[in-house]
């Protein structure tokens, strides 16, 4: 089992950058593969980034394609979402969700990851 903790969220202008991390608990976290998520108000979550557990590979949603990049440093058990080119429909609670039964699957749908953390606010002004 693994806890999550994202961080790094906050207010920027339109164009601008921020970047997430979630780092976790447990000496195992080497061996999930890890998604990122985002929620806005009245939306439903919506799959943004993935990474293996090696982190040699990633998928992407369209939407962000070209501007975030999802890297992760197993030493320090924390993966990093960069934004870049913020948008103001970018804008929503991100959350890290971790799964270890496949660790080679780049999984879209929130129900595919079993662990999540509690989220940060991401808010784009225009």
């Known amino acids: 089992q693994v806890q999550l903790v994202e961080s790094g969220g906050g207010l920027v202008q339109a164009g601008g950058s921020l970047r997430l991390s979630c780092a976790a608990s447990?000496?195992?976290?080497?061996?999930?593969?890890v998604g990122w998520f985002r929620q806005a108000p009245g939306k439903e979550r919506e799959f943004v980034a993935a990474?293996?557990?090696?982190?040699?590979?990633?998928k992407y949603a369209d939407s962000v394609k070209d501007r975030f990049t999802f890297r992760r440093d197993n030493a320090k058990n924390t993966v990093y979402l960069h934004m870049n080119s913020l948008k103001p429909e970018d804008t929503a609670v991100y959350y890290c969700a971790a799964q270890n039964r496949y660790p080679t699957a780049l999984f879209v749908i929130p129900g595919q990851y079993p662990y999540w953390g509690q989220g940060t606010q991401v808010t784009v002004s225009s």
């Open positions: 990474i293996i557990w090696s982190g040699g590979n990633t």
């Open positions: 447990g000496r195992t976290f080497s061996s999930y593969a």
